[in-house]
């Protein structure tokens, strides 16, 4: 059927001006959001200039002319939290414990349940962090006020404890800085009994990012050796958790466990090993010199290149004739650490690496590594 | 003269000559604040800046006896703002800085008091004890002075 002609005028018309009417309505919504933001922003700078000097009066006047905060109104509250945000990564001691009670008193806590499971990552790693820097697994001091006395809207059956055990599905969370800040929350409380998920999940954790993460485990503080110890299965038939053990005891300079872990060199793993030989180095104890020096001949480069630093710091002057056959290894990575430890030792060192360096019926790679070295520690004044 | 916090009350023991001025380098308004407003209380003037290109121009313009400053700030960092300050002639060459920084690590430690810092203290801090920090940095240096 052919399309009527004279329909042609007041359809274009209509279209224009139903288009106008969209463009016209979309920019009167755009206009109206932007007008709420305005005053939302306005609001809050309103709001947080406000609580600047009521908080500083609160944290330093208190007792004296201002007993307590003061009243915070209740559609306010979400903006007031992210107020006190500000202030928890800064603020220490003292004034800490007083933000504590205010945050508590004000029952900022009432809503971390719900945050916890938040779409937004933001709010859910937040809420982590609460209750982590808020201490919120002391349960006798964030139980709920009185009726008479809540300030805030109470929700029947809403949990007021547990509140680290509902951190825990965050470590599984799909955004990795969420993960991240719940693992922080679950070591920062020092409880062992959420070491075994927060194992699991460095364990699931990229090879590279574990000495990273070492970081969070060192949380839970120097007990969580002794709990490894007894836990993890056998070095054996699964090492890995055993390397995070070793560099532990090295960050922790837990002297306790050096037993342990000249036990561990016994086991066949090279990563194991050379993890081990780093937390030697930082024990630096003297005795375990001899056990060191026998791995001088692994055939493991990345043993040998820890070996060649562990000899200078546990041996001092008199491992001068152990490193030097170290120097002329074939890898680089021990020549150069065997030559750093000389250059470490002071006089006795330099003055063989200089001998190396001069003697033309020396290793030609030997040489030319201690060449190296010299004129590195020429350049920042170590000779 | 007495601190009244907590409903308890502490001696003041410190004495800061009058018009002791301190310069306080904070990015973060909300951390400055509570800074500026506990030193206040000590009866010290107290100058902020932002970063520290403006630490450098207050630093220039007027007397200042003590610096206080972040580690990671925009424009100029705390660490870049000590080497500045350690190459400023004397006295204000001199003057005594404390480094804050969120940074815990050992080697950053280091790096601050090699780059001429005379105290560190990692964050979260207690004001309390960065006021004492403070006060004996001032004692030593003009003791030293």
């Not at chain 1, 922003?41 to 905060?69: P, V």
């Not at chain 1, 007083?98 to 945050?115: I, T, V």
């Not at chain 1, 002071?346 to 690496?353: E, P």
């Not at chain 2, 520290?52 to 660490?79: C, K, S, W, Y």
Request: charged fraction near 25%; hydrophobic fraction near 45%.
């Amino acid at each position: 059927m052919p399309f009527p002609h004279d329909l042609l005028l007041p359809l274009l018309r209509w279209a224009t001006f139903g288009l106008l009417a969209l463009t016209g309505g979309l920019v009167l919504v755009g206009t109206v959001l932007q007008y709420r933001k305005d005053r939302q922003n306005r609001h809050r700078i309103a709001c947080y200039q406000a609580w600047e000097t009521q908080l500083t009066d609160y944290l330093f006047k208190r007792g004296f002319e201002h007993e307590s905060f003061g009243p915070v109104p209740w559609a306010d509250r979400w903006l007031f939290r992210d107020f006190l945000a500000r202030y928890q990564s800064t603020i220490a001691g003292q004034e800490f414990e007083l933000l504590r009670e205010l945050y508590l008193s004000m029952g900022l806590h009432a809503s971390l349940p719900q945050r916890l499971k938040d779409r937004d990552p933001n709010v859910r790693a937040q809420a982590a962090k609460e209750i982590s820097v808020f201490r919120l697994d002391e349960p006798a001091e964030h139980a709920p006020p009185p009726v008479t006395e809540r300030p805030w809207r109470w929700k029947p059956g809403i949990r007021m404890e547990g509140y680290l055990e509902q951190v825990l599905p965050l470590l599984d969370d799909p955004v990795p800085f969420v993960a991240h800040t719940a693992a922080q929350a679950l070591t920062h409380s020092r409880s062992l009994r959420f070491a075994a998920p927060v194992l699991a999940w460095v364990m699931r954790e990229e090879l590279y990012q574990r000495e990273r993460l070492l970081r969070v485990l060192e949380g839970f503080g120097p007990d969580l050796l002794p709990w490894m110890k007894e836990n993890l299965e056998s070095p054996n038939q699964n090492p890995e958790p055993w390397i995070l053990y070793a560099l532990l005891v090295g960050s922790h300079r837990h002297r306790e466990s050096l037993p342990r872990l000249l036990w561990l060199l016994d086991v066949p793993s090279v990563d194991l090993r050379a993890s081990v030989l780093k937390a030697l180095i930082i024990l630096a104890d003297p005795e375990v010199y001899p056990r060191v020096l026998s791995l001088a001949a692994s055939p493991a480069w990345e043993i040998r290149a820890q070996v060649a630093r562990a000899l200078g710091v546990l041996g001092g002057p008199s491992a001068v004739p152990d490193l030097l056959p170290l120097m002329t290894d074939p890898v680089y990575e021990v020549r150069r650490n065997a030559a750093q430890s000389l250059v470490d030792l002071g006089h006795s060192g330099v003055s063989a690496l200089s001998w190396l360096a001069e003697d033309p019926g020396s290793d030609r790679f030997a040489r030319d590594m201690a060449r190296e070295r010299l004129e590195w520690a020429d350049e920042r004044g170590h000779l | 003269m007495v601190l009244v916090e907590r409903g308890r009350l502490f001696p003041m023991t410190r004495r800061w000559p009058a018009q002791t001025t301190i310069l306080v380098v904070e990015d973060d308004p909300a951390t400055a604040k509570i800074i500026q407003v506990r030193l206040e209380m000590e009866g010290l003037k107290v100058l902020v800046a932002a970063n520290g290109m403006d630490a450098l121009e207050i630093l220039h313009r007027d007397q200042v006896d003590m610096i206080t400053t972040d580690l990671m700030m925009p424009a100029m960092n705390g660490f870049r703002l000590v080497q500045e300050v350690r190459d400023l002639a004397p006295p204000k060459g001199r003057i005594p800085i404390l480094l804050l920084s969120s940074n815990h690590s050992e080697q950053d430690m280091v790096r601050c008091l090699a780059a001429g810092a005379d105290d560190y203290m990692a964050k979260p801090i207690s004001v309390q004890v960065m006021v004492e920090r403070l006060w004996r940095l001032y004692e030593r240096s003009h003791r030293v002075g």
